[in-house]
Structures are given as C-alpha cells and as structure tokens.
C-alpha cells in the first residue's frame, strides 16, 4: 500500500488558501465602484425627475440601460480575448480565461437586464412579457451565452477548453448588432433608443442623462472589478487541477513502483 507525500498535498491546498484575488488595483476599483453606486442610488431615486408619460417606473432605466450596455461590452471582450487566443502565435490561456470570465459576467447583466426589464414591462404595457424583437432577440442573446459557458464546461484539456470556447466567442457577438437594432428591424412595442439612435439626438432631460451617464460609469467600473477577480480565480482553479492531476500521476508511478 502506497501513501501521498503529505507535503505534495499541503502544497495544493495551500495553493488557494495563501493566495487571494484581490489586488491594490481591485481594491482600489471597488471602492470607485461604490462611491459611483452611491451617486446612481442618490441621483437615480432622489434627484432625477420622473417622466411625464411613465412617470417614477422611468427610474428602471438607469439600471435597464447600463446593464445591457455592459453586457455588449462584456460579450466584446469576450470576442475580442477569443480571437488573441486563436490568433496568437503562443495561444496564452490568460486570453482564455479572460474570455471566459467576461462572458460569465455578461451573462449575470443580461440576466438583470431581463428581470429589470419585466418589471418595467409590467408597470408599462401591464404585463410582465412580450414576444417582441427586442425581447426575444435579447433572450436568445441570453441563451447563446450560457450555451457559450456550457461548452467551456466540456471535457478535455485547457487548450481544447480554450479552442472551442474561442470559436464559439467569436460566432456569438454577432448577435449584439440585432439586439440593438431589432427596434429598427422589425415593428416593436420596445421604445428606439434614447441616447444612441439613428439620428444622433438625445431626447432625454439633462438630469435623467446625467444619472444615465453615472449608471454606466458605476456598473462599468463593477465590471472590471468582477472580471479581474473572476480572472484571477480562473487562473487558481486551472492551477489546481493541474496539480491535482500531478498528484494522481505521482500516485500511479508509487503504485507501479511499489509492485
């Protein structure tokens, strides 16, 4: 009967347990983030007037509209780390793993993005769902994704992981431009865009597009907190399974010795 070196095993555990993801960079970053939180929260439920036509309901907007903008971005990124790890001579599992933490980030805004926008549907049109194009086009973006982060689930090495999420990266963000302009495509009960549409006006009260502009700094800044942690993690999750599958060598080759 063969046993496992102790100190081989108290290596790995201490692997993550002495290590954290946080950095001076993402402590400085969160305390940005809440500091630009606190300013939506004052602005958005204090300070902003309510809309003549929908009247406090409008105050969804400033978590609706910055969540799916964040999204685009994160789903970008996602792409834009995909297409370095494929097109990269030395096809760095950091772009990999970045892809894949964006991504999942993504997913969590689109995700608030919908249940935001039900509950605004709901004070709006009465009901809390509609098969319009911006919805449903929307929720397929929704579902793309987590069908993205399930192919990063698959079997097989970090690079195979990498490849085949990569393809799929790249394939997926060509859904962003038929969300945002479903609304133009095709007749929707969705309103057009306030700030980016076709015509380049900004029909919106200056202080409604100012508590805007502080919603998509506070959640951007929550973006990059969350998707350098995330990466981070990623990179300790990679390392132990690598070691762990060090370990169960190391345990074969004692127990082919020991026979």
Do not use: C
Not at 38 to 43: K, N, S
Not at 51 to 56: A, I, T
Not at 202 to 208: E, L
């Amino acid at each position: 009967m063969t046993t496992l070196d102790p100190k081989t095993t108290d290596t790995a555990d201490s692997a993550t347990s002495s290590r954290s993801t946080g950095t001076n960079a993402t402590r400085a970053i969160g305390i940005a983030a809440t500091f630009a939180m606190g300013w939506l929260v004052l602005f958005g439920l204090v300070l902003s007037p309510a809309d003549v036509n929908q009247g406090e309901s409008v105050r969804l907007l400033y978590i609706h509209v910055p969540t799916i903008w964040i999204a685009y971005l994160s789903f970008i990124v996602t792409a834009v780390a995909s297409g370095m790890y494929l097109f990269t001579k030395k096809h760095s599992l950091g772009w990999d793993r970045l892809a894949g933490a964006s991504a999942e980030i993504g997913v969590a805004f689109v995700g608030l993005t919908l249940l935001v926008g039900a509950m605004w549907g709901r004070l709006t049109w009465g009901v809390f769902w509609q098969w319009d194009a911006r919805l449903t086009t929307t929720a397929l973006l929704f579902v793309t994704y987590i069908g993205y982060l399930a192919v990063r689930r698959l079997g097989g090495s970090h690079q195979q992981r990498a490849k085949r999420s990569a393809v799929v990266g790249l394939l997926s963000v060509l859904l962003i431009p038929l969300v945002h302009w479903s609304v133009v495509i095709w007749r929707s009960l969705h309103q057009t865009a306030s700030v980016l549409d076709t015509d380049g006006d900004i029909d919106m009260d200056g202080t409604m597009l100012f508590t805007l502009f502080v919603g998509v700094i506070a959640f951007s800044l929550l973006y990059l907190w969350l998707v350098m942690h995330r990466t981070r993690a990623m990179a300790m999750e990679d390392m132990l399974e690598d070691r762990g599958l060090d370990i169960a060598l190391a345990e074969r080759r004692a127990e082919g010795g020991a026979r």
